[in-house]
């Protein structure tokens, strides 16, 4: 158990629609990262928290934000789903800003199937 | 900017003998380099990681990795495989001129009793 947490662990939808998935980072850290898990894109990163301010931007689609609030969980929202955004969604944290050294723990996911 | 590519997809192997998985990067930095390992249905777990200490870099459950900059290689090694290491292993690159991290696509390891 890394100590990072996510919820739901499961989620299905129908195309259109609109979702929140959370993200709890591991007690003490400050940065929480999202990424996507596809079939056929493999694991890429979406975007970067540290301490509520975005601090990197991977491939996001603009239909997809995030937030980090005051407790330091994170929000990852996505709207106007379409079919090719099922896949599995991981969210990780890190003490600190990713740089060296710094270790990254992933939570569970969660898998997102749109219908 | 900065890749990772892991040569092969898929490597099956018997147990008892040897694991090789093999990963080559490009950064334009000194890079930080890692090793996580995915079992089915469960989320990523570091194995071991490279800071530019020591070349040899030693993980969990006996897994190891040498950090080659001639070679721009960080092949993942382990001398006997376990019907547990059956999983997906991924090498991920980190600049240190970014915010942000590269995953190279996964290789499936299987390992046949």
């Known amino acids: 158990d890394s100590g990072v947490t996510q919820t739901p662990k499961h989620l299905i939808t129908a195309t259109g629609q609109r979702v929140t998935l959370r993200c709890s980072p591991r007690s003490g850290d400050l940065s929480v990262y999202w990424y996507q898990q596809s079939l056929d894109q493999g694991l890429q990163f979406l975007i970067h928290?540290?301490?509520?301010?975005?601090?990197a931007k991977g491939n996001i689609l603009e239909r997809f934000s995030a937030q980090q609030f005051p407790d330091l969980h994170s929000e990852l929202n996505l709207s106007s789903l379409e079919l090719g955004d099922s896949a599995l969604y991981f969210c990780?944290?890190?003490?600190?800003?990713?740089?060296?050294?710094?270790?990254?723990?992933f939570g569970p996911g969660t898998r997102l199937l749109v219908l | 900017a900065q890749s990772v590519t892991q040569l092969d997809s898929h490597v099956s192997v018997s147990e008892g003998t040897p694991v090789l998985l093999r990963c080559n990067y490009s950064s334009s930095y000194s890079p930080s380099l890692f090793w996580y390992v995915q079992h089915p249905n469960k989320g990523l777990q570091l194995l071991l990681k490279?800071?530019?200490?020591?070349?040899l870099v030693k993980g969990i459950n006996g897994f190891e990795a040498e950090f080659k900059k001639s070679e721009t290689s960080f092949h993942l090694t382990k001398p006997s495989a376990h019907m547990s290491d059956a999983a997906e292993y991924f090498c991920?690159?980190?600049?240190?001129?970014?915010?942000?991290?590269?995953f190279g696509i996964g290789t499936k390891l299987q390992v046949i009793p």
């Open positions: 990780a944290s890190s003490r600190d800003v990713w740089r060296e050294g710094e270790t990254q723990y």
């Open positions: 991920v690159v980190s600049d240190g001129g970014y915010q942000k991290v590269t």
């Open positions: 490279y800071t530019s200490a020591a070349t």
């Open positions: 928290y540290y301490n509520g301010e975005e601090r």
